[in-house]
């Protein structure tokens, strides 16, 4: 069972690394100032790495703590279209996130046209893109959710007889949440705040669209070093310096238990610590946090579904500037090559190019994932070293992947055609660990003595496996399934350096048409985006369902 996950491995992951060193150590060249490394270079890169990625951080953590404990403690009307919308950035592609920030404070962007209408100016008034703060601005957008979930999901399970207990004793609410609650949210915090920091620190996507050439960090300066400058030298000492950060974050993480709680308390009913808004405090407390979560998370997802929909329209009936009319023009013009171009890829068929590559990563995944779980359940002397060797992709970034990968293939006589099949197989090596914690679980807590009974009645191990173990796994593989096809469909960091001219995806198309200029590119951006975004949604319902039903938990109305 473990043989063909192992293989796979070392061919798409161990090898590519190995192509990194040895590049990095074979073809090192002096650069003007004698040494062997632009050290000035690698230094402020890094820097400015862990300064965005702590900034980043604390700001999340200072939205997304107040919001943890407004879905934890009460309920409200709305309250779970409110965490659902809360839930999505976290799974949208940093395309489709950069896209809507585009659409919101860009200078095409509505917060710019409703300003210049107001103020009848004739330019934008605001620049935000390309500034410190659109980078703060998106992270927080994507990571807010990891607070949410993880520590909201410690604290709904807080006994809260323990705070009553201190209150009884002559404790304030406030010494009570400092003395009692907080000590035991810790591990949960740190579990989080670990999290969030390793993916404003590997962040690719954002800064690459939103920062601008004025911000460096190191995967951006990876790109930039291989696609740009051609230095695969340099690049290679980049990926070495983000991947020992990224893997001494990771295995913290695992020490800890991604999302572990460390709470010395029992289970809690579901609705047991929740209770409604009463006091005044308690009211301005929750509409405060209720705005500022619709105007951080939702309003940008929403800038880009309008935008994608309003089309400008020449006629204003004797007012200036363009009217804008509702409309699916920019829908259809996915379909067309109007300039009829011979090196035009029309976008619909990047579409197809992201689904293809979709359905098959998360095939080849969910089939590694399968001999990986059944591997592991049955290796007891060796488990814990092969759970540490599966978990070094999710350490690793996207971009040092994609480095890596295109300098170990891009060796073969026909370098031209492994990229139909190198860019699934890159997305399933990203998607594997996932869909490994998804399913290991589940098998393990099968009762061992059901295959032993099946055996004894004289069944084989296959009809064991297909009467057994398929219909007590069955939600947990297309859970699985949803999670790798969403992964390969909005993957943007190791496609960008795998992708041809005339093999792009969509989050690669969308990156194309976002920095070409007219109304037209900038509007099959962003119906593409809202495609990728249409897709997530229907997933993560799919996901939230069948998680619920695998449990047998029902919802809180």
Known sequence: MLAVPLIFLVFFYFLPLGEIVRITLGRMELDQSGSLVNWRMVGSTLGFTFYQALLSTVLTVILGLPAAYLFSRYH???????????????????????AGFNALIGPQGWLNLFLMRVLNLSEPPLSILNTLTAILLAHVFYNTSIIIRIVGSALSQFDRRLEDAARTLGASPLRAFLRVTLPGLMPSILSALLLVFLFDFSSFGVILMLGGPRFSTLETEIYI?????????????????????????????MRLGIGGLGLPVIPRVKSENLRPLRRTWEKIFAAGMIFLLLILLVSPVAALVFKSLLV?????GGQAGPARVLSLTYY??????????YFYVPPFQAILNSLRFALLSAAVSLLLGIMLAYGLN????????????????LGTSAVTLGLGLFAFFARSIDANRWTVWIIPMAHALISLPFVLRVIQPVLRSIPPN?????????????????????????????????????ISLGEFGATSFLSRPDLPTMPIAIFRYLGLPGSLNYGQAMAM????????????????KLQYQSSGITRDE
């Open 76 to 98: 409200f009307k709305g309250k779970e279209l409110l965490r659902v919308a809360s839930t999505l950035p976290f799974i949208l592609p940093t395309v489709v996130a950069a």
């Open 225 to 253: 070093q291989t696609v740009q400058f051609l230095n695969l030298p340099m690049a290679g000492i980049l990926s070495f310096i983000q991947l020992g950060f990224t893997m001494l974050v990771t295995l913290t993480l």
């Open 312 to 316: 400008e329209s020449s006629s204003r």
């Open 332 to 341: 259809r013009e996915l379909f067309f090559n109007r300039r009829q171009s």
């Open 378 to 393: 049955k290796s007891a002397r060796w488990k814990s070293g092969l759970e540490l060797l599966m978990m070094f992709p």
């Open 450 to 486: 059901f295959r032993w009974a099946a055996a004894t009645l004289g069944a084989s191990p296959l009809n064991i496996i297909r009467r057994i173990d398929l219909p007590i796994l069955w939600r947990t593989l297309m859970t699985a399934a949803l999670y790798a096809f969403t």
């Open 529 to 544: 985006a809202v495609i990728i975004l249409l897709v997530c949604v229907v997933s993560m319902l799919a996901l939230d």
